[in-house]
């Protein structure tokens, strides 16, 4: 089984620039990619920050950018996004039972459960609040999508990490995420939980569970290391999680789909 994790698209208004960058042309360059390489893949996740502002304008140039896509996709929500905007141009079927953009994609034999942690501002930004949250009914839909999955390897995708991954404290992570830690921690096979929001690539490994970020399809971050740590912002990498799972392994790949540095002769 093969996916695809994007995340932190920020898309903006058409021909619109956000610190120097397109959005859209990064997101061109990424369907380019998985259309060109990764054209055997059985999914899509949109790992959340669908867009900046949350402006129909700039869901709708998404939602056509992706008719160029030629594997499955499916999409949450971060904390930049509106879930009333996202439902009325994507289609409220997009939701679930409970409003939320959460599903489950059962994939030759193995599971991917993507999760809406986008909780209601206010916010820097005045959309969602830049911290997550899993309330009791997101909760429940996942505890009820692991008994379904029933042993099976199970892959979860959302928008915010829940774990801090550096020296440089990050405020804006998932509040309390110690039930939805536990959760998991119960599960007999989690391979892995894939998320966007701080545009680092990041691998941590919590209890023989691997916790990954990616740096996404925006500006990075970059980790300053020393005595007095710090993150600087730069342009790029556009970068997507590749992940290929087996019975007995489960790899992920930080994918450059943007990258200035030339490749090499020979």
Not at 149 to 155: D, E, S, T
């Amino acid at each position: 089984m093969k996916f695809i994790v994007l995340s932190d698209l920020h898309i903006t208004l058409p021909g619109e620039r956000l610190a120097g960058i397109d959005p859209a042309e990064w997101l061109g360059a990424a369907i380019s990619r998985i259309n060109a390489a990764h054209g055997d893949a059985d999914l899509v996740v949109l790992a959340g920050d669908l867009t900046d502002r949350s402006r129909s304008a700039a869901y709708e140039s998404l939602l056509e950018a992706l008719g160029g896509l030629r594997v499955p996709w499916a999409a949450t929500l971060g904390n930049h996004d509106n879930r009333d905007v996202f439902a009325r141009i994507f289609g409220a079927e997009r939701l679930d039972a409970n409003g939320f953009a959460q599903s489950a994609h059962h994939l030759g034999g193995e599971v991917v459960l993507v999760l809406d942690t986008l909780e209601k501002g206010p916010g820097t930004g005045g959309w969602g609040r830049g911290t997550g949250r899993l309330c009791p009914l997101r909760l429940d839909w996942l505890r009820a999508e692991l008994d379904r999955a029933a042993g099976r390897p199970v892959h979860v995708v959302l928008h915010h990490p829940a774990l801090q991954v550096s020296p440089v404290h990050d405020a804006y992570l998932m509040e309390e995420p110690e039930e939805f830690l536990a959760i998991l921690d119960g599960y007999p096979d989690i391979r892995g939980v894939t998320a966007g929001h701080i545009h680092m690539a990041t691998t941590t490994l919590r209890r023989g569970i691997p916790y990954h970020t990616i740096a996404g399809g925006h500006a990075t971050m970059r980790e300053e290391f020393g005595p007095a740590p710090y993150r600087t912002r730069r342009e790029g990498p556009g970068q997507m999680a590749v992940i290929l799972s087996e019975a007995d392994r489960t790899v992920l790949h930080f994918d450059n789909y943007i990258d200035r540095h030339p490749e090499l002769p020979g």
